[in-house]
């Protein structure tokens, strides 16, 4: 189902182009696709170095993400945003642009070289920032702005609800909702300036909204939102579970929004030699399966997930 959605789209794509009309490109179109989001995509404790590797091994279009701190080093009081985890930090951890930005080179070169926009972006980079230092912020706006011809971009309109479209590029930048993140990603872009990322929609609180603006074109929810009380305390899938799924995709959608819910891993619990949460697991193979099948059935574009092979198998053959 989810490739006749795409087919379609391009086809729709190619159609309008044929006659000159605005063309809808399904990687930028929410609700045509369905990505594997690599979740804590980097090492962290000294362990696990290889989970780039595992996800880029499961193919593209995907989407990664790196969680980012701001390191001060206490010896030069220099500071460095880092791939981690959280504290404590040991100084030894990845910057981005090595670890992903450097990894990814030879997938996006290709992407440039073959040119198949329809196809782009081939690899979404979800940014979970665990702290939102104006400095941490300017480092890697600046670091985005070394590979910005990679990106996909939007301008910098006057007004927020005066959203422009997306010029497509291999890779696309997504990060979380915070209000400093917006100020510093959004508000101090000159109007005409390039967007190079794109923040989520306010989940709860005064400011929840779907309202889709410029800068905000997505929705980032817990898995809770479906099954009440979350990953370990989800019984059997209930037909009340996929409404509330599918309706929560379908509003994302309707408002012209991405969605992402996130963590659906399964395992027995007594396994702690993953490093996964225990907050995300159903407690086994069948029962998350059970829910990717839905996730992807329902279309939600980005479903992260720790288990990245088992989950692009069962994209790949939802049977």
């Known amino acids: ?70 390191f001060v080093d206490p010896q030069t009081g220099t500071g460095r945003s880092i791939v981690t985890h959280g504290t404590p930090f040991t100084g030894t951890e990845p910057a981005m642009k090595i670890h992903f930005f450097e990894r990814i080179r030879p997938i996006v070169e290709r992407a440039l070289a073959e040119d198949r926009r329809a196809e782009w972006p081939v690899i979404v980079l979800n940014l ?43 890779v696309l930048v997504l990060t979380g909702e915070q209000d400093e993140q917006e100020r510093d990603f959004h508000d101090r872009v000159p109007v005409g300036g390039r967007l190079r990322l794109f ?39 209930t037909p009340d579970d996929a409404a509330r799924l599918t309706a929560a995709v379908r509003a994302a959608h309707d408002a012209g929004l991405w969605i992402r819910f996130y963590t659906l891993n399964g395992l027995d619990p007594a396994d702690t030699s993953s490093g996964w949460s225990p907050s995300y697991n159903f407690g086994s193979l069948d029962a998350v ?28 053959d939802p049977r």
């Not at 696709?33 to 091994?57: F, K």
């Not at 929840?208 to 899938?237: D, F």
């Not at 279309?299 to 994209?315: H, K, M, N, P, S």
């Open 289 to 316: 399966r059970e829910r990717w099948r839905a996730a992807i059935a329902a279309g939600v574009d980005f479903i992260a997930a720790d288990q990245y092979e088992a989950f692009a198998r069962t994209l790949h």
């Open 128 to 170: 979970d920032f665990k702290t939102d230092e104006a400095a941490h912020h300017d480092a890697v706006w600046a670091l985005l702005g070394e590979y910005e011809s990679w990106l996909s971009t939007a301008p910098r309109t006057a007004s927020p609800s005066d959203v422009a479209p997306i010029t497509p590029g291999p």
């Open 1 to 70: 189902m989810i490739r006749q959605v795409l087919l379609l789209a391009v086809l729709a794509a190619t159609g309008a182009a044929a006659q000159g009309q605005p063309t809808a490109l399904p990687g930028l179109t929410p609700g045509t696709r369905v990505l594997l989001d690599a979740h804590n995509c980097y090492p962290y404790d000294g362990r696990w170095p290889d989970r780039i590797e595992r996800a880029l091994g499961t193919g593209t279009p995907l989407a990664i993400e790196q969680d980012l701190a701001w």
């Open 199 to 237: 923040g989520a929609v306010h989940r709860t609180g005064p400011a929840a909204s779907l309202t889709k603006t410029n800068y905000r074109r997505w929705a980032n929810n817990p898995w809770s939102v479906v099954e009440p009380g979350g990953q370990p305390k989800a019984g059997a899938w």
